[in-house]
């Protein structure tokens, strides 16, 4: 099972991205699909929480901002970010959380400029 992260890029401060988690072999035991971010010099931070029956969760600085979705049939995770700000400038990772293993993605840049 991989996931291959990807939908990173240079952005403008109140642009969007759409970040994408696209995964490879199937993943069973499902417990929670995740976005992390880690900026440079700082911890990985929680982003965004999607249950598999649909409960979803946002961190406080993302709220009203980020969306998580999923599209089973082509088996990806998305992160829709609307009004980036500089400090969302980060790496983005996608977790999938499951009974038996956690799996990550590779990280994908996102750089929002002011």
């Known amino acids: 099972v991989q996931l291959q992260a990807s939908g990173g890029g240079l952005v403008q401060a109140g642009g969007s991205l759409r970040l994408s988690c696209a995964t490879s072999g199937r993943i069973v035991g499902i417990k929670a699909m995740r976005w992390y971010r880690q900026a440079p010099d700082k911890e990985r931070e929680y982003v965004a929480t999607m249950t598999p029956n649909g409960s979803i969760n946002y961190a406080d600085s993302v709220k009203g901002r980020f969306s998580i979705s999923r599209d089973s049939a082509k088996k990806t995770l998305y992160l829709q970010m609307n009004t980036l700000e500089p400090d969302d400038t980060a790496v983005y990772y996608c977790?999938?959380?499951?009974?038996?293993?956690?799996?990550w993605g590779q990280g994908t840049q996102v750089t929002v400029s002011s």
């Open positions: 977790n999938f959380d499951t009974v038996y293993k956690d799996y």
